[in-house]
Structures are given as C-alpha cells and as structure tokens.
C-alpha cells in the first residue's frame, strides 16, 4: 500500500507528458508499465508529489529503417520484445534478455524504457523501511550506510540490475528522447551516471522515447544471467557479449563485453576487449581476455554474494559466452 498522497496524470502523447512533467517540475515522474516504480513508491525510496501514467500511449511496432537498424519504441512491453518475431531473428540477444526478466506477469506489464530507467537495488534500500532501517540511508536523504559504513554520504553502491541495458551497450544501441527543448540521441553506454544515488543522466522533464540497435546480422553473441533460480529473479551477474570478425573470418574485428548487476551502472570489460580486438579469435586469446576480466572487474558484494563468489561465477560463465559468441561469429573452436 502506498501511504502518500500523490497526483496522478494520464496524457494521451508523450508531447502532453512532457509538457506535464514540466508543470508539475521535479517532484514528477514517469511511470509506463508501473513494476518497478510502484513497488518503489510502496517502500518510499521515491515519493512523487505526481505520477505522469503513460499507459494512455499505445507504442509503435518494431520496425526496420532503410538502414537496417531497428528502431522500438521505448513503451514497447518486454513480452513483445522477448515474442516479436523481428526482433528474435534480427536481434536475439535482445530478445533473450527480456526473456530473462523476473516473469511472465513482469515482462507483460514492464516496458523497455520502464527497465532502462529502474531503481538501483541493494538489501537495505528496496525494503520496507519502518522494520528494516533505524534511520534512512544516504541515498533516502539520510546519513548513513549499512552494507558499507565506512561509505561517504556521495558514495553509494546499490547495484543497477536491468538485465536488458548490458545487451543493448553489447550491441550498440542508441536511446532518443523528448523534452521541452527537443530531444536528443545518445548512447545507451552513457545513460548511466555510475552513482548510485542517481544511476542515470536523463535530465529533469526527459522522456525516453526509443532505442535504435544498429544491424547485427554479421556479430556472433552469446548472453548469460546467473541468478540463485531460473525465474522471477534478480541477477547475480549478467553477461553479454558480441564479436565481429575481420574478412579473414579468424580475426576480430570488434568485441564488446558488457557485464551487469554487479556495480552501480554496466560495465564494460575494456582490457579483455583490447585484448580480442585485432588478434586470432581463438581459445588461448578467450582465455587472455578472461583472465584480463576478473582481473579488471571490481564486483560489489551484493544480495548476499561476496565479491570473490560473483568473481569465480563470471570467471566460468564468460568462458561460455564468449565461446557460444565465438562460434556464432563463425570461428571453428572444437568443443571440449
Ligand atoms: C518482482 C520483480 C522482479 C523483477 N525482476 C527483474 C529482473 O529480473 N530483471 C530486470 O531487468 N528487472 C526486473 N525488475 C524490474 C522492472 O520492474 C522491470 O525490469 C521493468 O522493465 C520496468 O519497466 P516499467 O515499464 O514497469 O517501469 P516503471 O516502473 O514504469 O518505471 C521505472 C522507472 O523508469 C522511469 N521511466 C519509465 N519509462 C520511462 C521512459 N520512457 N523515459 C524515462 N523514464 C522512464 C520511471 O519514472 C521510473 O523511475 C523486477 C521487478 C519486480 C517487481
Ligand atoms: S548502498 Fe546505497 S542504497 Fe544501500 S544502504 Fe548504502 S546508501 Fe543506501
């Protein structure tokens, strides 16, 4: 139950959101599918003084431009993105992460731009608070941390769990988003701050809009999400990686690897990449590039998994992916 008073606003385009969104001012937010913020707003980690309900817009459909990216609708539902025929076979490791998501019900309600933009969870923060905390934590306005005490008040290390965002930086893709002044188009690689406090840099009064994926007809990829059971979870770890090779069909050309859920925004393994980019994609350079990921990753503890576990889980299931995408790419690896 939500214990507050709030406003609530049913626009009928996101030209009269946004227009919303700059009457009522920063005490506003968005809410598409409603899974994330809701239970949010239940625990009183935010509390609007309005709640701009998108429901009201009907997304566009999936489409391919005339330069073969694909352009979704950022209030496209993940069931669609998970079932879209399109999608499934021009982007499949888009469609395999919003599989993954929680369940059924979550994935029919949660939109894409809805789980671009969730909350930042940790043990403390994402619970009832009158039983779980004694005074609010840093990031409730309070002066305090409870996992890491010795945090200060701008330091805060909830861990960003979208399972989507790691395959969407892994494939390129771009978001477009409206406001009073316009829009703009960025990267999904730079929607997050890193902090946090305030895990993404969507200015006051921005709506997303769409995402735009590059073609990847010709990438090799592969997805992981280790999680304690296989549905309606939080992951531990998300991986997901695509490779290119060069003309020579051996030798890498491009290589992202995008690690989730284990700090406070995506990130990207860059030495390993470094590491594939140019050289001979094979078993000896897999292992050079792992090596160099656990190396770079600096896990949170976090849910309960201690650094080192989360460490030695991505160690054994990076090896797979990158394989899976190895021989997707068209590499002849033998299996073991
Ligand atoms: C039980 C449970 C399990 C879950 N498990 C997972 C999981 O396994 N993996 C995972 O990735 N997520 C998970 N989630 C998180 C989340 O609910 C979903 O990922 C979902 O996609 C969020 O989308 P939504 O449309 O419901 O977002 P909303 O709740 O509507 O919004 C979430 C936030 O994004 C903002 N927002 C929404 N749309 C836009 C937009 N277009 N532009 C700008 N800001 C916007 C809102 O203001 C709000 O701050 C889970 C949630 C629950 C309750
Ligand atoms: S990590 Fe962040 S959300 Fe969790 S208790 Fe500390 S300040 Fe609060």
């Given at each position: 139950?939500?214990?507050?008073?709030?406003?609530?606003?049913?626009?009928?385009?996101?030209?009269?959101?946004?227009?919303?969104l700059?009457?009522?001012?920063?005490d506003?937010?968005i809410m598409?599918?409603?899974t994330?913020?809701l239970?949010?707003?239940?625990v009183e980690?935010v509390?609007?003084?309005?709640?701009?309900?998108?429901?009201?817009?009907?997304?566009?459909?999936?489409?391919?431009?005339?330069?073969?990216s694909?352009?979704?609708?950022?209030?496209?539902?993940?069931?669609?993105?998970?079932?879209?025929?399109l999608?499934?076979?021009?982007?499949?490791?888009l469609?395999?992460?919003?599989r993954?998501?929680?369940?059924n019900?979550?994935?029919?309600?949660?939109?894409?731009?809805?789980?671009?933009?969730?909350?930042?969870?940790?043990?403390?923060?994402?619970?009832?608070?009158?039983?779980?905390?004694?005074?609010?934590?840093?990031?409730?306005g309070?002066?305090?941390?409870?996992?890491?005490?010795?945090?200060?008040?701008?330091v805060?290390?909830?861990?960003?769990?979208s399972?989507?965002?790691?395959?969407?930086?892994?494939?390129?893709?771009?978001i477009?988003?409206?406001?009073?002044?316009?829009?703009?188009?960025i990267?999904?690689?730079?929607?997050?701050t890193?902090?946090?406090?305030?895990?993404?840099?969507?200015?006051?009064g921005?709506?997303?809009?769409?995402?735009?994926?590059p073609?990847a007809?010709?990438?090799?990829?592969?997805?992981?999400?280790?999680?304690?059971?296989?549905?309606?979870?939080?992951?531990?770890?998300v991986?997901?990686?695509?490779?290119?090779?060069?003309?020579?069909?051996?030798?890498?050309?491009?290589?992202?690897?995008v690690?989730?859920?284990?700090?406070?925004?995506p990130?990207?393994?860059?030495?390993?990449?470094?590491?594939?980019?140019?050289?001979?994609?094979?078993?000896?350079?897999?292992?050079?590039?792992?090596?160099?990921?656990?190396?770079?990753?600096?896990?949170?503890?976090?849910?309960?998994?201690?650094?080192?576990?989360?460490?030695?889980?991505?160690?054994?299931?990076?090896?797979?992916?990158?394989?899976?995408?190895?021989?997707a790419?068209?590499?002849?690896i033998?299996?073991?």
């Open positions: 139950m939500i214990q507050f008073d709030f406003e609530y606003e049913r626009p009928g385009t996101l030209a009269e959101a946004v227009m919303l700059r009457r009522h001012g920063a506003a937010r598409a599918g409603g994330d913020l239970p949010n707003m239940r980690v509390r609007p003084a309005a709640v701009i309900g998108l429901s009201g817009i009907t997304p566009e459909p999936p489409r391919c431009e005339a330069d073969g694909i352009r979704i609708d950022a209030l496209t539902r993940l069931a669609t993105i998970a079932d879209s025929e999608i499934r076979k021009q982007l499949p490791l469609a395999e992460s919003a993954v998501v929680a369940s019900q979550i994935r029919q309600m949660g939109t894409l731009g809805g789980n671009l933009c969730q909350e930042t969870r940790c043990l403390y923060l994402n619970q009832q608070h009158d039983y779980q905390f004694v005074a609010p934590c840093y990031k409730r309070g002066a305090v941390c409870y996992p890491f005490p010795l945090n200060k008040p701008d805060c290390w909830s861990v960003y769990m399972d989507v965002a790691p395959a969407l930086i892994a494939l390129g893709a771009d477009e988003t409206v406001d009073e002044n316009g829009g703009r188009r990267a999904v690689e730079d929607l997050f890193g902090s946090g406090l305030n895990p993404v840099t969507l200015r006051e921005e709506i997303i809009s769409a995402i735009i994926v073609p007809a010709d990438i090799g990829w592969g997805y992981h999400k280790s999680a304690r059971r296989g549905g309606l979870e939080f992951a531990m770890a991986m997901a990686v695509t490779l290119r090779l060069a003309a020579d069909r051996r030798t890498c050309s491009d290589a992202r690897i690690i989730g859920a284990v700090r406070e925004r990130v990207r393994a860059a030495a390993a990449e470094r590491i594939l980019v140019g050289a001979a994609l094979d078993e000896a350079g897999i292992g050079a590039a792992i090596a160099a990921a656990v190396e770079e990753l600096k896990p949170l503890p976090h849910h309960g998994f201690s650094k080192s576990y989360i460490v030695d889980n991505i160690r054994v299931y990076l090896r797979r992916v990158l394989m899976r995408a190895a021989r790419a068209g590499v002849e033998p299996t073991a």
